[in-house]
């Protein structure tokens, strides 16, 4: 075995779900593009400038991925194959793959990461046998698990891992993340292949500038990290200006493309970065496809910041009812939301906003208030949009924990393979995971949520005869009186700012909405 070979790492995303070609379908953008594995790739990339020869495989893109993956384990000598775990489909698709693998080569080590895996290590390494766990933040972690498996040395001293010795469950002590996030080198794209391209097809360039959040929302993973790290660390951590900057030049030299996606769970958090950040990238006529932020933070300066570079600014309501917002610890004042809305459409920009519903205690007025809030932003802004995801509650969450004393949730490992929030998705299977929910509640929740998607998109098109069968019931027609004024564009202008650029087309946000 030479030296490059036995440098060998396969890291794979078990993102296929059975259902991916409905969502595919569904999508409201001229061209479906999927969001990249960035936890792999930032993994991928760290130990690529160590020294490793890194391959990454997306199952969520490959057609015949088991054909794939057999393939290359048989053909290649990797050190460990590596997979990013959460519930749902992608936790019963790396159950598979990781079966799948030791048929072919029983040796190989497989090594678990993500969310669920970092939460319950214990119950991945008894029931699925992967070799080891990397928990939370991997990109040290597994620099020194590929060096101990290549030298044969022994994994006892590497923090924030956990395996099996004489049959018992062995957590090594956890490992701090970097503070600094400028330590870590810029990702590098070209571990995607040919997918890492100027059209951004299959994947669009998203770019990760920071990790966490100050906020306390109860549902959030954010409370499931261990606890010996969280009070240790801030709760947001960003990277600086520059090294942003360093990213977004890397991928418009090597692909020569003017459109990102930034995928932060609060990009505005450093208004100061941020305003340093949108003033680069107006210098070079780059644009930003999509950034989320929270809504408190948006005043007019930084509305004026992202104005003719930002196309579409996403924030998360959670719900309209400040009775419930204060159950969730979600920190929003409704009535400030309209004006921030309006300014943003003055400024060029549209908004999207997530919504969840079936939380205990939840009452028709709190629904009926997420319809008018939505019917208002849509009269401001008609290309405004609303998604609506149930209540899952995630393991180990504060909303998780509290259920738990009063509920039975099933949370063991087999259950949350079926875990889905996405109501398109979900069947009256799915109300196992919400028992304060009964069956005839359940049935008009996801009626009332795909009716509430499909009302509140950013397209003018009508709803098919399916859809429109639901509002005969009486309950769910008072739930949405008013909908036959709801303000839609008058032409079907597609405001996606990647897709103009590609097109040749002459960009300019600001004035592209008006009279559309």
């Known amino acids: 075995m030479d030296e490059k070979e036995n440098n060998k790492i396969l890291l794979i995303n078990p993102g296929y779900y059975k259902e991916h070609y409905r969502y595919k379908q569904r999508t409201h953008k001229l061209v479906?593009?999927?969001?990249?594995p960035v936890s792999l790739l930032y993994v991928g990339t760290y130990l690529h400038e160590n020294g490793f020869d890194v391959e990454i495989i997306d199952t969520k893109i490959e057609d015949?991925?088991?054909?794939l993956i057999s393939k290359k384990i048989k053909e290649n000598d990797f050190l460990f194959v590596g997979l990013n775990v959460i519930i749902g489909g992608i936790l019963r698709n790396a159950k598979e793959i990781t079966k799948l693998i030791?048929?072919?080569n029983p040796d190989l080590p497989i090594v678990w990461g993500g969310i669920i895996a970092s939460i319950l290590p214990g119950e991945c390494l008894m029931k699925y046998k992967p070799d080891y766990i990397v928990r939370f933040e991997g990109e040290e972690t597994c620099l020194e698990l590929a060096k101990a498996i290549k030298n044969k040395s022994s994994t006892e001293h590497i923090r924030g891992i956990s395996y099996i010795k004489d049959n018992k469950i062995v957590n090594n002590p956890v490992r701090m993340p970097r503070l600094n996030l400028d330590d870590y080198p810029i990702p590098k794209w070209e571990l995607f292949g040919s997918y890492f391209n100027k059209k951004q097809v299959p994947y669009y360039f998203l770019i990760m500038s920071s990790k966490g959040c100050p906020f306390n929302c109860t549902f959030c993973y954010k409370h499931s990290i261990d606890e010996k790290i969280r009070s240790k660390i801030p709760p947001w951590r960003g990277r600086s200006a520059q090294h942003v900057i360093k990213e977004i030049d890397y991928i418009h030299k090597k692909t020569g493309t003017r459109v990102f996606t930034f995928g932060d769970d609060n990009f505005l958090i450093n208004k100061e970065r941020a305003k340093e950040?949108?003033?680069y990238l107006r210098k070079k006529k780059f644009y930003?496809?999509?950034?989320?932020?929270?809504?408190?933070?948006?005043?007019?300066?930084m509305a004026g910041y992202m104005e003719g570079i930002v196309q579409t600014f996403s924030f998360s309501t959670e719900s309209a009812s400040p009775r419930l917002q204060k159950?969730?610890?979600k920190k929003i004042n409704i009535e400030t939301v309209p004006d921030k809305v309006?300014?943003?459409y003055e400024k060029g920009i549209i908004c999207t906003t997530s919504l969840i519903v079936g939380f205990p205690t939840e009452t028709k007025e709190d629904l009926r208030k997420n319809v008018e809030l939505l019917l208002k932003l849509k009269k401001i802004n008609p290309f405004m949009r609303g998604n609506i995801y149930l209540c899952f509650p995630l393991p180990k969450t504060k909303l998780c924990e509290s259920l738990e004393k009063n509920y039975k949730i099933p949370l063991d490992l087999n259950e949350l393979e079926d875990a889905n929030e996405n109501i398109s998705l979900l069947s009256a299977a799915d109300r196992k995971f919400r028992p304060w929910i009964s069956d005839e509640r359940f049935k008009f929740l996801l009626n009332y949520g795909i009716l509430f998607n499909e009302i509140f998109k950013a397209n003018n098109s009508k709803l098919d005869e399916g859809l429109m069968e639901l509002l005969k019931d009486n309950e769910i027609k008072e739930m949405f009186r008013g909908i036959e004024d709801v303000n839609k564009p008058k032409t079907d202008?597609?405001?996606y700012v990647l897709d103009k650029v590609l097109n040749g087309e002459i960009i300019d946000l600001v004035n592209g909405l008006k009279n559309k």
């Open 32 to 36: 479906h593009r999927e969001p990249p």
């Open 64 to 67: 015949n991925y088991v054909e």
């Open 102 to 104: 030791r048929e072919i």
């Open 277 to 279: 950040i949108f003033d």
């Open 288 to 301: 930003i496809e999509e950034c989320t932020g929270h809504i408190n933070l948006m005043d007019d300066e």
């Open 327 to 329: 159950y969730i610890d």
């Open 342 to 344: 309006e300014k943003l």
């Open 493 to 495: 202008y597609k405001p």
